[in-house]
């Protein structure tokens, strides 16, 4: 999973960099590569996890679900319709057929808006399901990003002690060597050694 949103955000930085980059003639639009910009998308959405890939396939198959209801409704109307016109044409008890009709008509609206019941709750609860995925999804990297920063201040603070404690070091031996030459020069010229020191 890290490594999915080491990708994602690299991805979108490249995103951010292409319009950085792009030409800006009034100031206020960028103009960019269209096929950079599309091959970014492209990577971005093969990059997002499978629980969206999946929630967004779920939708699709809800407005599918919808459309087939809505079709198979249509054609049991209009197969009701006909059929009750035929009967109508056909019969001589004109008045028991229109109320048959009437009733599968009115059976058929009933049975069209039960699907469309069902249809729209099961969308709704796809949509719900898919927030509450993608809520989860952006709670853990906000808590991975919180935890990554954190390392990340106590590795710099590691590093401000160890080049602390190098330029301690380093005096230190500055210090020793500066002393061991000023012995050295003293032993090598004595006649030098009271002036030496009292420089």
Do not use: H
């Not at 012995?183 to 006649?191: L, T, V």
């Amino acid at each position: 999973m890290n490594s999915q949103q080491d990708v994602i955000y690299g991805l979108m930085a490249d995103l951010e960099d292409a319009l950085d980059k792009g030409f800006s003639p009034f100031g206020y639009f960028s103009v960019v590569k269209k096929d950079t910009v599309m091959d970014l998308l492209d990577r971005l959405y093969a990059a997002l996890p499978d629980e969206i890939k999946e929630a967004r396939a779920l939708l699709r198959r809800k407005e599918e679900l919808q459309y087939e209801a809505q079709q198979k409704a249509e054609k049991i109307i209009a197969d009701a319709q006909g059929e009750a016109n035929r009967l109508l044409s056909e019969s001589d008890i004109l008045r028991s057929v229109q109320k048959e009709a009437e009733k599968i008509k009115e059976q058929v609206i009933n049975d069209c808006e039960e699907i469309k019941r069902k249809a729209i709750d099961e969308a709704d609860a796809i949509r719900t399901q898919a927030i509450d995925e993608a809520n989860r999804i952006k709670d853990g990297s906000s808590a991975m990003s919180e935890q990554i920063l954190a390392g990340l201040e106590q590795n710099l603070a590691q590093m401000q002690e160890i080049v602390k404690n190098g330029q301690v070091a380093l005096e230190k031996r500055r210090m020793e060597s500066d002393e061991i030459i000023r012995n050295s020069y003293a032993s090598q010229r004595p006649e030098y050694a009271q002036d030496y020191r009292m420089q």
